[in-house]
Antibody, heavy 123, light 113 residues
């Protein structure tokens, strides 16, 4: 069974840092691109960042560019999101989500998703 | 960035009736070289993460009931639930992956009338 389990969320002060992790199992992690997507309380979905299977291609949403860093460790089947200079508007549930099968060239839909980890930025 | 809009914001449909959700992109998400529309649909039930329903605008994900269907091309897309079931109460989102600034629509809430 494919599983994605996020961790690392919590309460942090504005300007602070946090590192999220996503542990993957049940599939060949090194073959798939991965993403972070967030959802502010009671709001819609916002894509945050993408990383290709080999880490050679990385994209960020404009709202987090220069503050967040995505990375992965294929040997550990893990995805990370380093978040610096956090702002109140970064408060959200952060989901890790797998990209499509490698055969789906050009596609970047999200399936499956983890259960999410809540990040709260507040003083 | 490609801006995604959805209509209506919410709708209430009787059990067994059809529900139709519209999604519009600010620019075409049809890639001419492969004639594919770079659009997906998701369902999010309360307290759960989103679940993929449709990709390439009309390809149903494995395991998704066939009462869910996607259609449209270019900038205008539709998700149809042909016969609404109680378990379909959720918020539905469209998402484009044509641009590398991947964007979602604001969501449409579906309830039972």
């Amino acid at each position: 069974e494919v599983q994605l389990v996020e961790s690392g969320g919590g309460l942090v002060q504005p300007g602070g840092s946090l590192r999220l992790s996503c542990a993957a199992s049940g599939f060949t992690f090194s073959s798939y691109s991965m993403n972070w997507v967030r959802q502010a309380p009671g709001k819609g979905l916002e894509w945050v960042s993408y990383i290709s299977s080999s880490s050679s291609t990385i994209y960020y949403a404009d709202s987090v560019k220069g503050r967040f860093t995505i990375s992965r460790d294929n040997a550990k089947n893990s995805l990370y999101l380093q978040m610096n200079s956090l702002r109140a508007e970064d408060t959200a549930v952060y989901y890790c989500a797998r990209g499509p099968t490698p055969a789906a060239i050009g596609g970047n839909w999200f399936d499956p998703w983890g259960q999410g980890t809540l990040v709260t930025v507040s003083s | 960035d490609i801006v995604m809009t959805q209509s209506p914001d919410s709708l209430a449909v009787s059990l067994g009736e059809r529900a139709t959700i519209n999604c519009k992109s600010s620019q075409s998400v049809l890639y001419s070289s492969n004639n594919k529309n770079y659009l997906a649909w998701y369902q999010q039930k309360p307290g759960q993460p989103p679940k993929l329903l449709i990709y390439w605008a009309s390809t149903r994900e494995s395991g998704v009931p066939d009462r869910f269907s996607g259609s449209g091309s270019g900038t205008d897309f539709t998700l149809t639930i042909s016969s609404l079931q109680a378990e379909d109460v959720a918020v539905y989102y469209c998402q484009q992956y044509y641009s590398t600034q991947f964007t979602f629509g604001p969501g449409t809430k579906v309830d039972i009338k």
